[in-house]
């Protein structure tokens, strides 16, 4: 039951991140966190519609993690960086680039390789004391603020900025799923009123919205929707992760061949990301010259 929810959850999530992408495009630009980007965009139809299917994904998502390890399902999200590339492409009537394609799939196939081969264990829906919670805890808070502060310090430039966006969004991301396994956790034990006295529902409450209006900024300030997609979508599983060993004492295979297909599958994902890079990098080059030569005078 959980392996056809996450991956018909990837694809609402492929879909949607497609939908806000072309939705941000159409308002007016603002800085990291800046609330006004919502008030502009939910009176874009396409945005709302966005935010449905982003319901609808994460609805599923829950099904998925009430039935499996956090480190089984995250991975199967993956696939959302190929899914939002068809979309994409699909959306904007254009031919789907090649090399871009080659570089989501290499993502999808290299980071669901490398988690799966690990062949997770279940896992406690309980959070450990505050001396095994602290240390990611705060090693994850500070990677959000470095990302927010690199965001909105204006000498960056725009690669950067979408580069430290992504990664903020995903770790928020990555989080929200730990926590979200916690809650499952909950519901399936036959308690579901004590969900609201149990504080990882709140911060959830919290750091989700965060994450997605971090994704919008994201969407906003990227050219292309492939190389951000990709920091989030790897950044997500891996903080899932580091959570669920971490925390909620999930247990991964680390025979010697396991670790020999991890590393082949990283340097597949690697590629992948170099690949989404170097394209969309060119890509926005070739735009904004483009754009250039339809300002200049004649």
């Known amino acids: 039951m959980a392996v056809p929810a996450a991956v018909i959850g990837a694809a609402s999530f492929g879909l949607a991140s497609a939908l806000q992408q072309r939705a941000t495009k159409e308002v007016p630009t603002t800085g990291a966190l800046d609330p006004r980007l919502l008030l502009d965009l939910v009176r874009r139809p396409t945005w709302v519609l966005a935010t449905g299917t982003v319901v609808l994904g994460l609805a599923l998502q829950v099904v998925a993690l009430a039935f499996a390890p956090l480190t089984l399902v995250q991975p199967l999200l993956v696939t959302g960086i190929l899914f939002g590339t068809i979309f994409s492409a699909w959306l904007g009537r254009r031919r789907l680039d090649r090399q871009i394609l080659l570089g ?81 956790g909950q519901i399936r034990a036959g308690a579901p009123a004590e969900i609201f006295l149990h504080p ?37 599983p891996l903080v899932g992760i580091a959570i669920g060993v971490s925390w909620l004492d999930e247990r991964l295979d680390s025979s010697l061949p396991v670790l020999v297909g991890q590393t082949i599958s990283a340097v597949v994902l690697i590629g992948g990301v170099t690949l989404l890079a170097h394209r969309g990098t060119r890509v926005r080059h070739e735009i904004e010259r483009r754009a250039q030569r339809c300002v200049e005078p004649r």
Request: hydrophobic fraction near 60%; glycine fraction near 10%.
């Open 104 to 184: 989501a799939v290499a993502c999808v196939i290299g980071l669901a390789t490398f988690l799966s081969l690990a062949r997770p264990s279940d896992s406690s829906t309980t959070l450990p004391g505050l001396p095994r919670l602290l240390p990611l805890a705060v090693v994850l808070a500070a990677i959000i603020a470095g990302c927010l502060g690199v965001a909105v310090a204006s000498r960056y430039a725009r690669g950067a900025r979408v580069a430290a966006l992504a990664l903020a969004t995903g770790v928020c991301y990555g989080v929200t799923a730990g926590l979200m396994k916690v809650v499952t």
């Open 200 to 236: 990882a529902f709140y911060v959830v409450c919290v750091l989700g919205p965060v994450g997605f209006l971090l994704s919008q900024n994201t969407f906003q300030h990227g050219v292309l929707i492939a190389p951000a997609l990709a920091v989030i979508t790897i950044v997500d």
